[in-house]
DNA sequence: CTGGATATTTCATGTTGTCAAGTAAGTGGG
DNA sequence: CCCACTTACTTGACAACATGAAATATCCAG
């Protein structure tokens, strides 16, 4: 019963794994630091792009759409997130960071340093190779 | 107020991040396939490994103990995990998959195909110097 | 204009997570 | 031995997150 997968790959897998958990547990620190949750992390993050639907932000979060009422209603009492009515379409609200969520926001960005502290120990070409390697396994071919 | 990153780290991250989203996209959905939540699904691979002092699996999900009792719980409740008591020591209490748990959590590893199809993209080569990139990252120097 | 689709919310319910308090059992100094 | 202290686990209260079903409002095609 021994698994049909060479060591190899299982290795690679494994390290991957370890990736997940470690930038997991930089986000979630990262955000408690704002004294925000996860999830509400994500939603911010999402909303310092441009104003979104709500059913765009369930999408991305790969939610229910109901689920995300809650996280918006959250942040906006908090006064980070406003809702907007779309002119467009006047059944869609449109959730938009407001200055201080964008500034939470920003705050939030540079304190991830998942970024800076594991890649800073590769070089340049390293990392451009594993950045090559990574578009390969995603398949994205550019 | 433009990031003070080199595009080329910004873009690996920014890869990691779509890595880190598919995997877990891929776990959670492998663990439903068995009628699993993400959680308890990593509970019951740990126990896979031998039985565990409650303690110690809330250290490896990096939780409060008391929410390790209620995973473990629903888990035994469906018979897929049972406790034991530590001759050794007892205060502590062993979870232990169950034959159905190991059974289950076999065929839940076998149903993760994230490290099949991704990896399969990559030669031998690749999955070296992707390894030995990961470890480096990972500040693993073997 | 009407019927069906879409966007959001509300409600009920379940899981995960925290924290504080309680019980049971090991441990060490007097 | 005994007492205080620590450790392991559980319980209870509570908040956040997640789903699904039903309600409301709006859009759109025929």
């Known amino acids: ?3 049909r997968i060479d060591p190899l ?13 470690r930038y997991h547990e930089e986000y979630e620190e990262a955000a408690a630091k704002h004294a925000l949750t996860g999830a509400q992390a994500r939603v ?18 790969k939610c229910e759409p109901s689920n995300v009422t809650g996280i918006v209603d959250r942040l906006e009492s908090r006064g ?17 960071a407001t200055e201080a969520g964008k500034e939470t926001s920003e705050r939030l960005r540079g304190s991830l340093d998942f970024a800076r502290e594991p890649l800073a120990e590769l070089s340049a070409d390293e990392r451009t190779a594993l950045r090559d390697l990574l578009r390969r396994m995603l398949g994205i071919e550019p």
């Not at 911010?44 to 979060?61: D, K, Y």
């Not at 997130?81 to 006047?90: F, G, M, S, T, Y």
């Open 80 to 96: 980070l997130v406003e809702r907007r009515l779309d002119p467009a379409d006047r059944r869609v609200k449109l959730a938009a």
């Open 44 to 61: 911010l993050g999402l909303l310092s792009r441009g104003p979104t639907p709500m059913r765009r932000i369930a999408q991305q979060l």
């Open 9 to 21: 790959t299982l290795e690679v897998v494994e390290l991957i794994g370890t990736v997940v958990a």
């Open 1 to 3: 019963m021994a698994s």
